[in-house]
T-cell receptor, first 112, second 115 residues
Framework: GQQLNQSPQSMFIQEGEDVSMNCTSSSIFNTWLWYKQDPGEGPVLLIALYKAGELTSNGRLTAQFGITRKDSFLNISASIPSDVGIYFCAGQPAGNNRKLIWGLGTSLAVNP | EAGVAQSPRYKIIEKRQSVAFWCNPISGHATLYWYQQILGQGPKLLIQFQNNGVVDDSQLPKDRFSAERLKGVDSTLKIQPAKLEDSAVYLC?????????????FGEGSWLTVV
């Protein structure tokens, strides 16, 4: 099925560094969602974006809905060890089909 | 507010056996989803309910998987007979199901190992 292009696939950073990851699509999306999944848990919603150009923050996390409606990014500032996990983007394509399309995830490791 | 509840959390079965997972969505959420997540991959939608009706089951292997949501609240997902490749985490999720309330909230998952 259709998937989003999420990058990078994995990151290994030092505590305190900033992190950036993004998702792109070949088609227009109405909604972008960013989730974090810890080992042994289900995905937890971090940020939801519903409007092109929208910039939303949640603590140290900031996400933006791209102007072209074909991309979104997630930034994490001043990373800490508990930021470790897999970050997934998900989007809802424009049109009547409301199925959510998922990226393959970005695995983040933080070195204390 | 209580989240999406799932049980059991973990299950180990032999191939060709059957297994059933239960889900209780967030109160008031009309839409319920079952996802399959294989290790290292993103979630894959198996089936989506709107109240007690099926909206999308295009990726559900219907020869062995079945799901129901008889009263529009709780749902069960059954696998019979199980295959080795069914080893995965089965995530239940729910959403309000409206245009503005389409954010999906996940349960902790039911982790299935088929040996």
């Amino acid at each position: 099925g259709q998937q989003l292009n999420q990058s990078p696939q994995s990151m290994f950073i030092q505590e305190g560094e900033d992190v950036s990851m993004n998702c792109t699509s070949s088609s227009i999306f109405n909604t972008w969602l960013w989730y974090k999944q810890d080992p042994g848990e289900g995905p937890v919603l971090l940020i939801a974006l519903y409007k092109a150009g929208e910039l939303t923050s949640n603590g140290r996390l900031t996400a933006q809905f791209g102007i072209t409606r074909k991309d979104s990014f997630l930034n994490i500032s001043a990373s800490i060890p508990s930021d470790v996990g897999i970050y997934f983007c998900a989007g809802q394509p424009a049109g009547n089909n409301r199925k959510l399309i998922w990226g393959l995830g970005t695995s983040l490791a933080v070195n204390p | 507010e209580a989240g999406v509840a799932q049980s059991p959390r973990y299950k180990i079965i032999e191939k060709r056996q059957s297994v059933a997972f239960w889900c209780n969505p967030i109160s008031g959420h009309a839409t319920l989803y079952w996802y399959q997540q294989i290790l290292g991959q993103g979630p894959k939608l198996l089936i989506q309910f709107q109240n007690n009706g099926v909206v999308d089951d295009s990726q559900l292997p219907k020869d062995r998987f079945s799901a129901e949501r008889l009263k529009g609240v709780d749902s069960t997902l059954k696998i019979q007979p199980a295959k080795l490749e069914d080893s995965a985490v089965y995530l239940c999720a729910s959403s309000l199901g409206t245009v503005s309330g389409n954010t999906i909230y996940f349960g902790e998952g039911s982790w299935l190992t088929v040996v």
